[in-house]
């Protein structure tokens, strides 16, 4: 009698496993790494404690470290100062071109 083996190769979805039988790629472990020491620190800011609320036995040991992320979004309005001539001779009056990269009232 014959013996047909089949082997199924699985998708893209999941790349590590084959059924074919005793095959098994490990996975890769996944580590968690801190991105804490990534961000910049754009100022650093001392919070200090009351001085009323503390025991007279109370001494100093030092500072915890908080880090808050902020995000600033900041303006960058521009003024543009067009000069304009006018002739009397023609009753024209002439301006200077806003440049290109200005389209109506609003930047690139």
């Not at 900041?74 to 009397?88: A, G, H």
């Amino acid at each position: 009698m014959f013996q047909i083996m089949m082997y199924v190769r699985v998708s893209g979805k999941h790349p590590n496993y084959d059924v074919r039988p005793g095959f098994r790629k490990a996975a890769k472990k996944w580590k968690k790494k801190g991105k804490k020491a990534d961000i910049k620190i754009d100022r650093v800011e001392k919070v200090q404690i009351n001085q009323g609320v503390l025991p007279s036995d109370a001494v100093f040991k030092g500072y915890r470290s908080v880090t808050v992320q902020n995000i600033k979004f900041i303006t960058d309005n521009v003024e543009y100062l067009i000069e304009r001539y006018y002739s009397p001779s023609e009753k024209k009056t002439y301006e200077a071109v806003l440049p290109k990269c200005v389209d109506g009232e609003f930047g690139p």
